[in-house]
């Protein structure tokens, strides 16, 4: 009695009710709760409570299940009758019968979403008729309507696409004219044109490559007149340009290494002399600097001598 007077004092807030209390004590307040926040329950939360005494958590897992039915009922009513509706009217009409409300008004919230994509394609497509119209020609049929609408969208947008692509390929036959060339068949037209304007945009896309390259490696010839060279075999030219980019960067390294260790060694001749004299033989020169590195004594007359060696072998 002293806990029902407690209760009652805090209906107006049930959720205060101190957390030290024990968990029966909690149980009994989320009854309070949520009976005062599901509208078809028929009994009072005290008197719920005395038959569940004992079993308080039970009672609270029923009443969540309840509240959650209701809820999605809430959801449902306000989606498809708009705010203004009375839920409690109706959720008392269909007291225990809440699946059957529930699958009516599912039912109801898909013809309104058929008959808003319905509007929106129409508007889309300006037909000439009105969605109105339409939907009263089509009563009871409105299925087969957004069939053939969603046929008639995807036509048109494939439409639009061949003439987009027509307009970017620069062709010398009007979308209108390939269209009716290929009545029926306007997918595979379409396929086409992708074809060629992903064929287009990758070759530009090698031009631009092949004109960076040609700077990148200080290329003898301009990059037009490679390309006039190389006409209908750009990808080959690039091939070809990418093999000089990395055997000159290979070459920087080869020969920034050849610097480092004629200075590391104290060697009598310049680099630039060493690889004059290596001219073609960059790696050999690097090799034999590599070993005269790791070795200790007389590195400078080791180099001097296959310096002069090579030099005797040239001339």
Do not use: C, H
């Amino acid at each position: 009695d002293f806990l029902d007077w407690m209760f009652d004092a805090t209906d107006e807030n049930p959720e205060t009710i101190p957390t030290y209390l024990s968990e029966k004590t909690t149980a009994r307040a989320s009854v309070r709760l949520l009976v005062s926040s599901t509208s078809n329950v028929s009994k009072s939360s005290r008197d719920l409570l005395r038959t569940y005494s004992g079993r308080e958590d039970v009672l609270v897992k029923n009443l969540k299940k309840m509240k959650a039915r209701q809820d999605e009922i809430e959801a449902l009513m306000e989606e498809t009758l708009g705010p203004a509706a009375n839920d409690a009217d109706l959720l008392r009409t269909y007291s225990g019968r809440e699946d059957v409300l529930v699958k009516n008004l599912k039912k109801m919230k898909a013809r309104q979403d058929v008959e808003a994509e319905i509007v929106a394609l129409i508007g889309e497509m300006n037909i000439e008729k009105s969605a109105k119209e339409m939907l009263e020609t089509y009563a009871g049929r409105e299925d087969e309507l957004l069939k053939n609408l969603r046929k008639m969208k995807a036509r048109q947008d494939v439409s639009s696409e061949i003439e987009a692509l027509v307009s970017e390929l620069n062709i010398p036959k009007s979308a209108s004219e390939m269209l009716a060339a290929y009545k029926g068949r306007e997918d595979k037209l379409l396929k086409n044109l992708r074809k060629m304007w992903a064929k287009k945009t990758d070759d530009a896309s090698v031009i631009a490559e092949i004109r960076t390259l040609s700077i990148e490696t200080n290329a003898p010839r301009s990059a037009d007149d490679m390309l006039n060279l190389y006409a209908g075999r750009e990808r080959e030219l690039l091939k070809n340009l990418k093999k000089m980019k990395v055997k000159q960067s290979k070459d920087a390294d080869t020969i920034a290494e050849i610097e480092s260790l004629v200075i590391e060694n104290e060697i009598p001749k310049s680099s630039e002399e060493l690889l004059e004299k290596y001219a073609g033989k960059e790696d050999e020169l690097l090799r034999n600097l590599r070993k005269m590195s790791s070795r200790d004594g007389t590195v400078a007359a080791s180099v001097s001598s296959s310096s002069s060696s090579s030099s005797g072998t040239k001339e």
